[in-house]
């Protein structure tokens, strides 16, 4: 079992940056770990995920080259900086953990514990 709660959320102009954090409590730390968005009325979207080792790392086109996921596992924290924000980055953001003997995914449904999210808005 792992609990997640997220942080870092904020209101931020166009072009800006902000940098979220997942903390986890548990027995473990030893989780691949993802990122998600959901904008209302929309379904929950895949942003990045990264191994339990942080050797490994995955984005979404939409953030390519703009957010980069990280992890410090001596911290229990995982990390999105998200730079050059765009307003259709407005979204509610969760973190997300997944078993490490399973592979990588983008799919939300394959997760096993979530955070309570935190809001990130961009305004134009």
């Known amino acids: 079992q792992v609990q997640l709660v997220e942080s870092g959320g904020g209101l931020v102009q166009a072009g800006g940056s902000l940098r979220l954090s997942c903390a986890a409590s548990?027995?473990?730390?030893?989780?691949?770990m993802g990122w998600f968005r959901q904008a209302p009325g929309k379904a929950r979207e895949f942003v990045a995920t990264?191994?339990?080792?942080?050797?490994?790392?995955y984005y979404a086109d939409s953030v390519k080259g703009r957010f980069t996921i990280s992890r410090d596992n001596a911290k229990n924290t995982m990390y999105l900086q998200m730079n050059s924000l765009k307003p259709e980055d407005t979204a509610v953001y969760y973190c997300?953990?997944?078993?490490?003997?399973?592979?990588?995914?983008?799919?939300?449904?394959?997760?096993?514990?979530w955070g309570q999210g935190t809001q990130v808005t961009v305004s134009s």
């Open positions: 997300a953990a997944r078993s490490p003997i399973r592979k990588l995914t983008t799919k939300p449904d394959e997760y096993d514990y």
């Open positions: 548990g027995r473990s730390f030893s989780y691949n």
């Open positions: 990264i191994s339990w080792s942080g050797g490994t790392t």
